[in-house]
């Protein structure tokens, strides 16, 4: 039997086509509007911004760095300038995606450069993970014919450029080398300083030395060129320039002669040790160096990390600035800052009689001088003169030693020990000088510290004893020693030491002038530097100085003070040789200049220590070579 369905009811299989109909046409309609609408977005709402991103795309702009400015002596001699080299770099961005692609580029980067690709694959993955965005450098010193075959070839080398580069010349070679510092590109956790503001991946800034302190001024301004491109990327016009502005030049206070003469002195003797020069009356920096030295030119060249490693690690640290980071006790060379305290502290009078008969006992311990040397009776001048330890060791044993300071503590603090001068190099140590309380503190917390070399035991009045001749913890620079001595002989300022002496344009226009006026003013009396003076100047000048071998014959007189200093023990339990100072004042009675030198391991400071302040002090004074007066029997060094 057949269904039978009535005329008027619609087919089931119209009606599912009619829906079906209806769904298609919602769906049109609705993807017709996302595009109506999409298009809608990227030509009326956005269709500048997109314009202008397309002919960016057609728009490369290059950074073109500046040269540095160069550093100058004090007499415009150059000491470190630019040359110019041509480098291969790569943007890493802008290499080819594609793996078949990238890998015929890197072969030809390979072919140009000879580096291996996988040296080249290896430079730019560790480039642009130090400088995400930034072009890396793979080759500098390309030749010429480099040069036009990759310009004439750009279609084949996308991504890869050639770019002239400027490079630091040290005009005297390793002259002054710890002075300098370096210069490296500006890195991303610097770019977050204030003082970056405005530089870019890839810039160059000084970070070390000089470079550093000044490179607001050395690196000068950045300049742009936009060129056009196609869609290859390969250069079809210039459009617009704005030239690099060159950096300015820093004039320094050095004095090259001098500071030749002084690495000459101190390297002669094959051994760690700095000097410093200092115009007592301005703190300008005449003179600074430290041995053993390295040449400045090794960090404007690429090197293997185990290279840099070799050199940092090398025997008796190289590339450590002693004159202003080292930090020694300083023996008898610190016996000037007892003088002043025992005289302003009404310990002793100057022309007080104390008889050094060899020997003070204190306790159990029986204390000498150097080589049993007995000076019998003599006054602060006399002590000066020959260095009478005893007499010294007596005045640390009646001075005061408070908590947090004290009668010689106080005024090593006045002196400038025990903080930083604030010259204008990195680096610099605060050294210490010993106190009650620091010395209770350490001991107190050296188990919760972990503290190897913390002290074994608590303040005592031994101690003081030390420290009033320069020994046990005290802790001093070359530099220090020398701002200590200025005051000394300027009458009572506490010079700040700065290198910088001005800033000059390309065309020699002064611009900014260094002249940091002193630190603080000493307050002590005319006669008591008048006495330490005197006690001084016949160390050096009168027969039975300490220093009387080596400025004896000397036609200016100079006011000198050698120091022998202890430094411990090796760990194989021998003791370490003695620790050589000298610090001179030149002319005594009108101080120009003050030296102070100090070399590691190379006993008596009048062996060693003053025949090189003497050769410096010839140089600076115009004096001919004054042969070392023979030394007599009863001369002793401390």
Request: net charge negative; charged share 25%; hydrophobic share 35%.
């Amino acid at each position: 039997m057949y269904l039978h369905r009535e005329d008027n009811e619609p087919p089931q299989r119209t009606s599912r086509l009619n829906v079906r109909i209806a769904i298609l046409t919602g769906l049109a309609l609705a993807v017709f509007s996302v595009i109506f609408l999409r298009l809608w977005y990227l030509q009326v709402l956005t269709g500048d911004e997109y314009r202008e991103q397309a002919n960016n795309n057609r728009v490369r702009e290059v950074r073109l760095q500046p040269p540095r400015g160069d550093i100058l002596d004090r007499d415009g001699k150059i000491l470190v300038q630019n040359r110019t080299e041509m480098a291969l770099q790569v943007q890493p961005n802008e290499l080819p995606t594609k793996p078949a692609e990238r890998k015929v580029v890197i072969g030809a980067i390979s072919d140009v450069t000879g580096m291996t690709r996988a040296k080249i694959n290896k430079e730019l993955k560790a480039g642009d993970a130090d400088f995400i965005g930034g072009p890396v450098t793979l080759r500098e010193g390309l030749g010429l014919r480099k040069v036009f075959y990759l310009r004439e070839h750009q279609a084949s080398f996308p991504g890869v450029k050639v770019e002239r580069v400027y490079r630091r010349e040290y005009k005297q070679g390793t002259l002054a080398a710890h002075l300098f510092g370096n210069v490296g590109e500006v890195t991303k956790e610097q770019l977050d300083l204030p003082r970056y503001q405005g530089l870019e991946l890839g810039d160059l800034v000084g970070q070390s030395g000089i470079e550093y302190e000044y490179d607001r001024f050395l690196r000068g301004r950045p300049g742009a060129t936009r060129i056009q491109v196609n869609s290859r990327g390969i250069p079809r016009g210039q459009l617009a320039s704005v030239p690099a502005h060159a950096g300015d030049n820093v004039r320094l206070t050095l004095d090259s002669d001098l500071q030749e003469i002084g690495e000459a002195a101190l390297g002669s003797f094959a051994l760690p040790g700095a000097f410093v020069a200092l115009d007592p009356n301005t703190g300008e920096v005449l003179a600074m160096g430290s041995t053993p030295s390295f040449d400045p030119a090794f960090y404007t060249e690429p090197h293997t990390q185990r290279e840099y490693d070799a050199l940092a690690n090398a025997e008796d640290d190289p590339i450590f600035n002693r004159a202003i980071g080292g930090a020694y006790p300083t023996g008898s060379s610190f016996k000037p800052i007892t003088a002043t305290a025992a005289l302003e502290n009404k310990l002793i009078k100057p022309g007080e009689i104390y008889v050094d008969d060899g020997e003070l006992k204190i306790d159990v311990l029986t204390l000498k001088n150097a080589n049993d040397a007995v000076f019998g009776p003599i006054n602060m001048s006399d002590a000066l003169k020959v260095s009478s330890d005893l007499y010294f060791y007596q005045l640390g044993l009646d001075a005061k030693a408070s908590k947090g300071g004290g009668d010689i503590q106080d005024w090593a603090f006045d002196y400038g020990l025990g903080e930083e001068s604030g010259i204008d190099l990195p680096g610099e140590t605060p050294g210490l000088v010993p106190t009650p309380s620091w010395r209770n503190r350490l001991y107190r917390d050296r188990e919760k510290l972990n503290c190897d070399l913390c002290p074994d035991r608590p303040w005592r009045a031994g101690d003081n004893i030390n420290l009033a001749v320069g020994q046990g913890d005290l802790q001093a620079s070359p530099l220090q020693m020398a701002v200590m001595y200025s005051a000394l002989a300027n009458g009572g300022e506490v010079v700040r030491p700065h290198l910088a002496q001005q800033v000059e344009s390309v065309t020699g226009e002064v611009l900014e002038e260094v002249r940091p006026g002193p630190k603080r003013t000493l307050d002590f009396s005319a006669g008591t530097r008048a006495t330490i003076m005197e006690g001084l100047t016949r160390a050096a000048m009168e027969e039975g100085g300490t220093s009387y071998k080596v400025f004896g014959n000397f036609p200016v007189n100079v006011a000198g003070k050698t120091g022998t200093a202890e430094r411990g023990f090796y760990n194989s339990g021998l003791p370490i040789p003695d620790q050589a100072w000298f610090v001179a004042i030149a002319p005594a009675k009108d101080p120009e200049i003050v030296i102070a030198v100090t070399i590691e391991r190379a006993g008596f400071g009048a062996d060693s220590a003053a025949p090189v302040a003497a050769r410096m002090l010839e140089q600076y004074l115009g004096i001919s070579h004054v042969s070392q007066i023979p030394v007599t029997e009863d001369a002793t060094d401390e």
